[in-house]
């Protein structure tokens, strides 16, 4: 009997917490595409998340494989899909573009990462 409320108390303390206590922000997709390689320069990049994003704190920012900068310094989260994180590009050479992101989730969890993408000549 002592086993089987202990194992009842257990389960109640793991099921009964906050839901989402522990979400964060990861990156769901992108475009253009983790890893891709594209024949035509974006003229933009997009981050989806799994989860709404603040914000005044979340960034991102492309370069160039010298370290360059190569966006218009104008990202910022979709004031309608909370979710989404974007960028606009300067007209993109042939070459590998990293994209670096900084975002915090609305539950108050940072997350961080980066990518490449390739501009085929």
Do not use: C
């Not at 909370?82 to 300067?90: D, E, F, K, T, Y």
Request: charged letters at 20%; zero cysteines.
């Amino acid at each position: 009997m002592k086993t089987v409320t202990i194992i009842s108390l257990v389960l109640a303390v793991l099921l009964g917490g906050p839901a989402g206590a522990g979400a964060h922000a990861f990156l769901e997709r992108a475009d253009p595409r983790v890893g891709s390689t594209v024949r035509t320069a974006p003229a933009q990049v997009r981050l989806w998340f799994t989860e709404r994003l603040e914000p005044a704190f979340s960034s991102v920012r492309v370069v160039n494989e010298a370290g360059k900068q190569v966006d218009k310094g104008d990202g910022q989260v979709d004031p309608s899909n909370p979710r989404l994180l974007q960028i606009s590009l300067a007209t993109l050479p042939p070459g590998t573009y990293k994209v670096i992101w900084r975002v915090l989730s609305v539950d108050s969890h940072v997350t961080e990462g980066d990518f490449t993408f390739r501009v085929a000549p």
